[in-house]
Every structure is written in C-alpha cells, then in structure tokens.
C-alpha cells in the first residue's frame, strides 16, 4: 500500500499570501494517478488537479501543482477567503488500493 | 451535469451489515467510468473502498475484501455498498464519487455529498 503523508498538517495563513503544501509517498506514485482535492465543513471532497498537475475544470489559476516520482506540491497563489480548507492527495495508481493523505488544514492566521 | 446521491440507512447494528446505494443523475452508469465508494471518519481519514464498473467488475480494498461487496443497477442507473459484520470502527461518512476518463486522465470528478453512518445498538 503506498502511504501519502502531507506536510504541513496545518499552515496558518492571510489573504493574499502564498501557500505551499506538500505531499510524500512512500514509493513511486505516477503522475497520472496523483491528484489533489479541497475539502470544507459538511462537504464532498472536491477536485483540484489531477494527473499532478492539470486543473479540474472551474479550477482557477492560482491553484498550480507539481512534482514526480515520490515528492508533490500544491501551491495556491494569492489566498482568497474561499480557499481556506482542507487539502487532501490522493493517488490512485495500478495497484489498489488508492489511498489519500491525512491532509492539510489551510487556516486563516 | 452528473449528480451522484446516496441513500440508506443512518443507523447500524453492530454485527449488522452496512447496504448504501448511490443514484447517478445526469449521465448513464453504463459508461467508461469507475463508480467508487469512499469513507472518511475522525480516526481514518479519507478511505476508499472500492469501486465497480458497469460490467460488473470491481476491485475492493484488500483491507475490506472479506466484509464487502458491491454492485451495479443499470436500470435504475444505481450502485451499490453491502459491507457485513460491521463494528463501531465502520462508523463513518461515505461518500460515492465518479472516476471518469477525460483529458487522457482518469479523475474522481464527481462526489456525492456523503451520508452518515452510524455503528451502535
């Protein structure tokens, strides 16, 4: 089983600010099957990018993603109030099962 | 726009089995997708369970294969969660999701808003 672990687990920040999250796997995960989701109180998961760097659709361009092999990043540009939440990883490469990060929690400092 | 609701019961027995069914709208089971079952809950975070194609075929979390089974209604354009024996560590929110093939990926692009599941007598 490949673990996701996702640094920080919370990052405190402003609006406006820039946050970098990051995301480990524990072995080889492909670029094809690792993708990240926003989460808020009381909802779905919701997607952001996938195939480690391409933007779900509605996704706006602040939202950037990337790496390979086993290190991926997030990185949301110019925080709006909107994207405080919580991110999750996920992989869902050829070997179930697919497994997610314990996720980060983007808070308003 | 492809809507994905489940629907079952809130409340368990323990020992009991666990039976969801997710109802897609907005576009047919019996197309090129995954239809998937995640769970999450404050001790295991997000975990997923498994998923089934409109075949029939599915693949299941090797931690759950003994408990699960899932399956597919075409005519009612459903899918299906059965996990057994449940216990109190089930308790949790499942959510059912889409993993669809687009843009020469495949991606969990639509999630049902996730029902509450309880595990108690």
């Known amino acids: 089983e490949v673990v996701l672990t996702q640094s920080p687990d919370t990052l405190s920040l402003s609006p406006g600010e820039g946050a970098t999250l990051s995301c480990r796997a524990s072995?080889?995960?492909?670029?094809?099957?690792l993708a990240w989701y926003q989460q808020k109180p009381g909802q779905a998961p919701r997607l952001l990018m996938y195939g480690a760097s391409s933007r779900a659709t509605g996704i706006p361009d602040r939202f950037r993603a990337s790496g390979s092999g086993t290190e991926f990043t997030l990185t949301i540009n110019r925080l709006e109030p909107e994207d405080f939440a919580v991110y999750y990883c996920?992989?869902?490469?050829?070997?179930?099962?697919?497994?997610f990060g314990q996720g980060t929690k983007l808070e308003i400092k | 726009q492809v809507q994905l609701q489940e629907s079952g019961p809130g409340l368990v027995k323990p020992s009991g089995t666990l039976s969801l069914t997710c109802s897609v709208s907005g576009g047919s089971i019996d197309s090129i997708n995954w239809w998937n079952w995640v769970r999450q809950s404050p001790g295991r975070g997000l975990e997923w369970l498994g998923e089934i194609y409109h075949s029939g075929s599915t693949t299941y979390n090797p931690s759950l294969q003994s408990r699960i089974t899932m399956s597919v209604d075409k005519s009612r354009n459903t899918f299906s969660l059965r996990l057994s024996s449940v216990t109190a560590a089930d308790t949790a929110v499942y959510f059912c999701?889409?993993?669809?093939?687009?843009?020469?990926?495949?991606?969990?692009?639509?999630w049902g808003q996730g029902t509450l599941v309880t595990v108690s007598s």
């Open positions: 996920q992989q869902y490469g050829t070997s179930p099962p697919y497994t």
């Open positions: 072995q080889r995960v492909s670029n094809a099957f």
């Open positions: 999701a889409r993993r669809y093939y687009g843009n020469n990926y495949w991606q969990f692009d639509h």
